[in-house]
C-alpha cells in the first residue's frame, strides 16, 4: 500500500503525534494548540481527515498513527525526485552537494550507507 500523502500542516501535525503516541484526543488539542495555535475545532478536523487517509486512527479518543515518519519522508522524498529529477537520484544528489557543502563526517556518512546498500 502506498503511503498516503501528507500535505506540510498535517506534516506538523504529525510530528507531534508521533513524538506523543499513543495520545488521548484531549491532549492532542491542547498540544496543538500551544505548538500550532490551532484551535479545538481544527484539531478535529485534522484527526478525522487523516483518519478517513488511512495516516492515522482515533480508537475511544486515543490517536495513534498508522504510518511512520520515516514511510512519510520517504514518500516525499520519492516524489520529489521523480517530479523534478526525472527519477534519477544521482541527479538529485548532485543538485544538492552542488549547492550544500558537505562535512567529512557527513561525506563519510554518506560513504557507509552507499556501501552498505545492497544492488537488486
Given at each position: 500500500?502506498?503511503?498516503?500523502?501528507?500535505?506540510?500542516s498535517?506534516y506538523?501535525f504529525?510530528?507531534?503525534?508521533?513524538?506523543?503516541e499513543p495520545?488521548?484526543?484531549?491532549?492532542?488539542?491542547?498540544?496543538?494548540?500551544?505548538?500550532?495555535?490551532?484551535s479545538?475545532?481544527t484539531?478535529y478536523?485534522v484527526?478525522k481527515?487523516?483518519?478517513?487517509?488511512g495516516?492515522?486512527?482515533?480508537?475511544?479518543t486515543?490517536?495513534t498513527?498508522l504510518?511512520?515518519q520515516d514511510?512519510v519522508q520517504?514518500?516525499?522524498?520519492?516524489e520529489?525526485?521523480?517530479k523534478k529529477?526525472?527519477?534519477s537520484?544521482p541527479?538529485?544528489?548532485?543538485a544538492?552537494?552542488?549547492?550544500?557543502k558537505l562535512?567529512?563526517?557527513e561525506?563519510?556518512e554518506?560513504?557507509?550507507?552507499?556501501?552498505?546498500?545492497?544492488?537488486?
Open positions: 500500500m502506498a503511503t498516503p500523502k501528507i500535505f506540510e498535517e506538523r504529525c510530528t507531534i503525534l508521533w513524538a506523543h495520545i488521548g484526543s484531549t491532549e492532542l488539542v491542547k498540544l496543538c494548540r500551544e505548538q500550532l495555535g490551532w479545538k475545532s484539531t478536523t484527526i481527515r487523516l483518519s478517513e487517509r495516516v492515522l486512527k482515533c480508537e475511544n486515543v490517536v498513527s504510518v511512520s514511510d520517504a514518500a516525499e522524498i520519492d520529489l525526485v521523480e529529477f526525472e527519477g537520484l541527479a538529485f544528489i548532485a544538492f552537494t552542488k549547492h550544500k562535512t567529512p563526517a561525506i563519510d554518506i560513504r557507509k550507507m552507499i556501501d552498505s546498500i545492497q544492488p537488486e
